[in-house]
């Protein structure tokens, strides 16, 4: 991912070396310096980095030599499946979103906005700065930068209802990244062997987390209205559990925004059971055609644990969220935290804080705005035009993906198989599901890259659907 | 932590600010500018910082005001104890290695080398060129950077001796901080409720790990020689135990280095019993007078599991850290740090790389070792002449802290309660201890800021001693 002229001298000594046999000697850095009509310093570069590879060896004023190969003996871990033992709770493989795919596909699969989303003059500008303050080599406090605690907890208190207490700064602890925050936060609240509700389908990362936790998970149905309050409510008496994950703004992957009246329902139900509402807030910065909703503001009693992350909407190598609560569980939280990460990179924080507190931010996330929405109504139409047996479940009014029903007959695993040998990646629906997937459904992302490919991608999928729905 | 003249006006108009009505309008931006004597520029900087923190909003065109300040009712939260239920394993708290401290203190107790042994310049060249990369906006794979994979596999291949099959980039498991790479290790390779074999006295953040993840810790006593291998032997077979935490190179507390004899000892004895040996190698770089001997260049079985950190010596916001294991372990590893946080920043691990592969390295390496010896033996020559009651253990060949014997009688929480009212900072030996301790130990670390203070801080600690054992 990181090409320059050093890697491609890299890779070109490597083949060079592959033929060679141990001890020969490199051509000189002059020959190098013609051969590949780079500079010196870029050729030392690429023989640097040989030689942390263990590929070559320098003898200072003789030259670069070819470093003796030692022959690799194939080993037995045998024994190690009895000191492992059978795993207690399986963590399931990676889902399509994080799978590397080659460039000259066209990807709707992948979780992350593609990078001409992303405010990457900021970022580097704010890399930059932070790059000449104590950040750089300073180790900031366990729970965070208190400049970004007060970020995060003014951001949520400007939502905040007068009559509610609005949240502070020390209610804030900042973790690296929000899958830290998820697993944190099931192992605090919840722990091993204990229900937490969670809607179904959800957000992959947290049915990762729990796996890897080993909470007990019991599905809540939900949809593109969010979830059903009276299975919540009962789900909540019969198994007992304290805790209920939800996406409320723009869920992972429905799309769904909860009304006033059911983020008051859901608060009452969670209120009468003594229990907390994990509210996952990863698609913030999302919204389209609405704002976000954070239940968390209407609440002051400590029954909404909220999450918020950076990394989407900033950059992905600034894992930077925060967790915002109150009351003796922030104690639990932060001693987690601690345990699981000491503290949060210094100039992470001091980026994420930089980049959030310009003018320009506000600038850039109105024009993401606008266009997630021209790629969301170009993926549609290419949809209604191409594959009109794909079925959005509704227009979602923020996040980056539809969610899209395939019709009952349709052979999901083939489908998505089909559409990869020509080149189309899309995520089976199956992976957001906790449990039992309840239909046929992909989901299909418009924030990944070239959006111009839209309507080559629906064709291909309109062309692997009519397969099973031919008659 | 990170003073510039922005935050000298936050500072300032938060005073003011405390001062002042709500609603109140701010002095002009052109009068901040006289007042502060600072540019237009910082002053809006210092009222955007106001204004995400709640304190202030701006009306364009008009004027900046004060906001109106919500009142804040006491809560409790007491129904967050039922939800909580008590807690399996209490996780301990922060121990005095962490502690923030005021700088007018005499430190000797971070475990952190002091911003003046650390590579500054290369770190901040190197976060200058992650930044103009594919790193800045990018997702690594999974398992981390294959350069830095790389750079991993090869580091330790050089000390793995002919016959032994060195291990391979793909072996090497890339991860946010050796914190995470503990908890990790301890959750996959052992598990909750199972022993854990650890020397006892012992890093204290993989007692913090072992806690969190909730294994049964079973001490093995051990000192500057390293852990006793009958004891070693016996414990793994009346626990039953598959795994062994050690720190071979330049130990926590004690500063020990496995002789080769050893080292060879506790391998026999972990293949005997089909166990793992966690090598925590995180004083690798901080070799005096001996080079650190990593156990996992002996094995090439699968048995030894190896974590070697970059942060403590490239620097606290470089949370980048290396494990390399081979075998079916590693799928458990890559699981566990997978669902834990997903991936490690890009821009994080191409500092590292940078940082590692310069030349320039070798030298600071090399400086550093220097200035650790000169250090030490300040501090040893400040203990000898002021606190004769003092005892180092041994002179240590690495690490960054001698590891101190007080008599028998000695109060110890009075000793280092008076030393810190005498604005002397030193670490009580029991945090070092995953069970009771067994003797009265205090951690000195001559890593910290300003050794020109040693001979006082010995005098201070010499002082509180006497009145112990005057008689």
Not at 16 to 27: C, E, K, N, S
Not at 203 to 219: C, E, H, N, S
Not at 274 to 279: K, R
Request: aromatic fraction near 6%; charged fraction near 20%; charge should be positive.
């Amino acid at each position: 991912m990181f090409d320059d002229s050093s890697s491609r001298i890299v890779a070109g000594l490597r083949e060079w070396i592959a033929g060679a046999p141990p001890g020969a000697r490199l051509p000189s850095t002059r020959a190098l310096v013609a051969r590949y009509e780079a500079s010196p310093v870029t050729v030392q570069k690429a023989l640097r980095t040989l030689t942390a590879q263990g590929m070559v060896e320098s003898r200072p004023g003789v030259g670069t030599f070819v470093r003796a190969v030692r022959v690799a003996r194939p080993h037995d871990y045998g024994w190690q499946t009895a000191a492992l033992g059978a795993s207690n709770h399986r963590i399931p493989r990676l889902p399509a979103a994080l799978q590397p795919v080659p460039n000259d596909v066209i990807a709707l699969h992948s979780g992350y906005p593609d990078r001409e989303l992303l405010p990457e003059r900021l970022v580097r500008a704010a890399f930059g700065r932070a790059a000449r303050t104590g950040a750089l080599m300073g180790r900031p406090p366990p729970a965070g930068l208190p400049e970004l605690q007060s970020w995060f907890a003014a951001e949520l208190a400007s939502a905040t209802p007068a009559g509610v207490t609005p949240t502070a700064a020390r209610d804030v602890v900042i973790i690296p990244g929000s899958q830290c925050g998820l697993s944190t936060a099931f192992r605090a609240l919840v722990g091993a062997g204990r229900p937490l509700l969670m809607e179904s389908p959800t957000y992959w990362g947290a049915i990762l987390a729990a796996a890897q936790v080993g909470v007990q998970v019991i599905p809540v149905p939900s949809g593109f209205d969010g979830p059903d309050p009276d299975a919540l409510a009962r789900a909540f008496e019969q198994s007992g559990a304290r805790a209920f994950y939800a996406q409320p703004s723009f869920a992972g992957p429905t799309g769904a925004l909860w009304t006033p009246e059911l983020a008051e329902r859901v608060l009452d139900t969670v209120r009468r059971h003594g229990a907390f509402l994990i509210e996952d807030d990863s698609a913030h910065d999302f919204g389209m055609t609405a704002d976000p909703r954070p239940v968390a503001a209407q609440d002051d009693g400590g029954h909404v644990v909220y999450l918020r992350s950076l990394s989407k909407s900033v950059s992905p190598a600034v894992r930077v969220a925060g967790l915002i609560v109150r009351g003796p569980a922030r104690e639990r939280i932060l001693a987690d935290a601690q345990a699981e990460s000491m503290y949060v990179s210094g100039v992470l924080q001091a980026v994420a804080l930089d980049v959030v507190s310009q003018p320009a931010w506000g600038t850039h996330l109105r024009r993401l705005r606008h266009q997630l929405k021209v790629r969301r109504d170009l993926l549609l139409a290419s949809l209604r035009e191409h594959a009109p047996g794909a079925q959005p479940e509704a227009v979602p009014r923020g996040g980056l993906n539809l969610w899209v029903r395939l019709p009952d007959a349709t052979d999901l695993g083939r489908v998505v198989r089909e559409c990869k040998s020509a080149g189309v990646i899309i995520g089976a629906g199956d992976e957001w599901f906790p449990a039992e997937p309840t239909g046929q459904f992909v989901r299909l992302v418009y924030a990944g890259p070239d959006p111009g490919s839209f309507p080559e991608g629906a064709r291909v999928i309109g062309k692997a659907l009519a397969k099973d729905n031919q008659s």
